[in-house]
């Protein structure tokens, strides 16, 4: 970059004291990411209030070489918000950004800032009677900007799709600072390349998404969450597609977690309890709704579900919520797994999908072989399983020293669980994007002339290389290492 207090100065006068800020203690809070892998540091902390402030900035960055890291929450899991330790990266935030533009009831569909928090957004859809069809355990804190740029999951996949399948317009600032105006949806639109798309799961390399406009659903009149003991992740499949054809379109979610998952939540989570008396090698956790027509047979399609697989010994054990205070308490149980395996010690976590068909075999000759391999780990799956998307954690030895395991041991586990991933044809990031953590191993494994097309799309869109630099899109091989 060009001389630092330059840009510093200029970035002041255009943003104003709200807007932009080098002061150590305000930046440093956002130069880890959310699990403490990557810690950066950055010229200064911008904060733009507007499209127009942000679009003003980027042209400010270029002009003076600044590359720039946009981050929304601050949530992600492979570091993709976090700018290196160089220090001339200015991380952009879009916190500011919170407003919600218009809600349309009518058209079910809403446009809003890209700070806005997700959990914001589905108290003003359902404020409506509506309702936004994408949550995660992170929505208190996960933006909207951040969930489009890095074409977030979470639970209601199964039904929904993922946020690229919620998004019907988009604005983003590109590098240039020129704005990309896309907010009115069209339901057919034949002028070429669907730009959007491009840009949804770009995780900022390719712009900065600044608004969006999302598709809204009906609120669900009823839900009925059961939590199902099973003999093992197999059992988990079979029911899966016995729900599938009992139930149809009325299982808005499919979960599956092993026990030890289990007791590591309760041993975390205060006053928490197991739903079931008895214990079992996995569990799963089923959620089936019903829209206002369908609201007062739900708990006979629940209970017909849960007895018919019974019969067919697919299930040990099963508890349907008989409130919305208990459905709320089996989910809390699910979205606390990531925080309790954290607090247990050092783990290597995969975000990894392979077909849904192979993802039981996946599990069941993957585990074994890794803790035979690495003596004294702890292989686990759990997740989404009705998309094929599973977390799968590996627990360090007891006594390994954190940090000092990830980067030694951790290394050799995860490019040997990659190894499998791609050799069962998935994928080694399903939700949580690649970032600055699976850069390489997406290099290593990727498909060359995908490869290929993404750095001849990065350099088309951003010449100079200022958008999230380091992040997704890996260096050719005879690239020099910047």
Partial sequence: MRDRDTFRSAA???????????????????????????????????????????????????????????????SGMSGGATPDDGGDSVILSLRRMNTIRELDVAAQQVTCDAGVVLQTLHEAAEAE????????????????????????????????????????GLESVLADGSVFSNLVPLKKDNRGFDLKQLLIGSEGTLGIVTAATLRLVPQTAQRRVAWI???????????????????????????????????????HLPDSRSPLSSDHAWYALVELVAEAADADAIDGLAEDVLHSAMERDLIQDAVISASE??????????????????????????????????????????SPEIEKRFPGTTAIGFGHLGDGNIHYHVLAPPGAVQGEWEMTDGKIISAFVHDLVTEFGGSISAEHG?????????????????????????????????????????LAPDAPTP
């Fill in 229 to 267: 003991g099973l003999s093992s992740i197999s059992s988990a499949r079979e029911l899966l597609l016995h729900c599938e054809k009992r139930a149809g379109d009325a299982i808005e979610g499919f979960e599956v977690l092993p026990h030890h998952c289990l007791q590591s939540v309760l041993a």
């Fill in 129 to 168: 009677d509506l309702r936004f069809p994408l949550t995660l355990g992170g929505k208190g804190s996960a933006t909207i900007g951040g969930l489009v740029s890095t074409n977030a999951g979470g639970t209601q996949v199964l039904r929904h799709g993922t946020m690229r399948a919620q998004v019907l």
């Fill in 325 to 366: 205070a208990q459905a709320e308490a089996f989910w809390l149980l699910r979205e606390s797994i990531s925080p309790a395996e954290r607090a247990i010690g050092p783990a290597m976590q995969h975000d990894i999908s392979v077909p849904v068909a192979r993802m039981a075999e996946f599990v069941e000759s993957a």
């Fill in 12 to 74: 002041a006068k255009l943003l104003g004291p709200r807007g932009f800020t080098y002061d150590k203690d305000l930046v440093e809070p956002w130069l880890t990411d959310w699990r403490g892998r990557y810690t950066g540091k950055a010229v200064g902390l911008a904060s733009p209030a507007s499209t127009d402030e942000v679009s003003r900035f980027v042209k400010l960055c270029s002009a003076h070489g600044v590359p720039i890291v946009p981050q929304g929450g601050n």
């Fill in 434 to 474: 690649i970032g600055q953590m699976k850069r390489d191993e997406l290099s290593r494994l990727g498909d060359p002339v995908a490869l290929g097309l993404m750095r001849t799309i990065k350099q088309a869109l951003d010449p100079q290389g200022i958008l999230n630099p380091g992040k997704l899109v890996p």
